[in-house]
């Protein structure tokens, strides 16, 4: 009886102990949001100017909280869910009369606050340790690209990377079918996010060696819960077709084999994205490498010491090594800027923990030894307290630091108003790269595609009647009253453009904007 009495004091125990761990991760999770949350307020989202892809994708958003169908009156080349949560932005605060632009770039605050959050939640149970979690969201709190990122308006990435750390959170939890519905919206975000939902295959399927529990069957229901709900919308509103050709057959037949580029021009490019815009936290991918090499050496011995058995087990677990594994691959194909490192960022931060504390692990253990074998347990909190402050302070000074530039946006503002104030009632607008115009002005395109750069511009000879040369002959023939072009470097037709405007339109010279007036 007494051994009875003791082993439920410590099943109760354990249970204490597990429920107080949860309890505290719980605490530190909200701090983590509610202090990311703080600091990327004061980064005066609001005064920021619209620049380039979130121009584009706050255009996307407001057409579908005005009713627009993706892909059928807008088109990018991304899955659209990035923009619905940019409308339902909208939506939300226009009974309070916020602007749109203002509701949208809230959301996407607290969305990369939530990152932040999910962060130390992941790192801290694929560790089993706190203080890796807490310096984990400590480091990717101070990245200035990530705030930067994310200051402007609709960014998929944030929610690519936000749902895919959901999902491995869910995997680690063995939770399937939430980690299927997460892993479905990160690929909803932007497509790569389907990295998530083969890593939660492997997982839950033990790197398919093992199939009757039904973990697999419930992560492919929850993953098919948004898709199926998705793909119903696009059909039923006349977008699928449109929705196919351009986040799958444009991507894979055009795109993909047109920026695909050779192993040292990657490499070159990706070095030119350290020693540029992360030149500040540069030294955190370096520190990552290692703390890499070493998670992965500690589920070598791990299984190693256990067996094959174990290393299927421990599948879950390896996912948050693999993830970032393929992502990186990922961008052997595409790596056009900054913007696309943001879904490495979070392992960027949880693998620089683990190099950092296992350091100052590994040194307090030294002290402790020469000293004796007196305790080192004050030794490692000093050390880990010392590095935090550090990480939050130069992290806070390099995003602090953070200039709004010179185009700001009421002077974007004040130029959109001098165009729409040349436009009478009935007159169109047609915009190629200059997106910021419409978003501001709160006007719809003449037609739904407002870039034509990187060959989209010829594949409009595969779905367009008559191709480009019927698609531009409608555009001209409906004689826009205003017309801004921008960005047409990479555009096939970009001679085209050119002379259409100059023959027929007279340039105009704003603080921000450069565009053409019909001559009538």
Known sequence: MNNVAVASHIAVSNSESVNLRAGARLRLFWLCFALAAIVYCQLHFWSRPERKDTANWDYFAQVIARGGVPYRDVVNIKTPLSAYIGAAAICIAKPFGLRDIYAIRITYVLLAALTVA???LTAAQFCESLRIGILAALILLGVEQFAILNMTGVQPKTPMVLFGLISLWAILNRRPFIAGICGMLSALSWQPGLLFIGAAGLASSKYLTSWRDLKVAKLLAGAAIPLVILLTYLWAAGGLRDFYLWCLHYPFSVYGPREFTTGQDFLDGFAKLLRKPYWSDRIYFYLSLGGLLLAIAREVIEGVRRGFRAVLNLAPRHQIIIAPLVYFLFCRVDMQGRQDVIPLLSFVAIFSAVLVVYYFDATANLVAKLRGGRSHMLAQRIG?????????????SSVFSVRTGSKHLKAEMADTADIVSLLD????????????????SGLTNARKYTNLDHGKDSYLDQIEPGGFEGWFERLKAERPKIVALFRVKNVDHRDVFLSWVKSSYEQRQGRVFTYYVRRD
């Open 384 to 396: 880990f307290a010392v590095v935090c402050v550090v990480v939050l302070v130069d992290g806070l």
């Open 425 to 440: 009632p009935g007159d169109e607008i047609f915009v190629h790269g200059w997106t910021e115009i419409l978003v501001l």
């Open 118 to 120: 999910f962060t130390f």
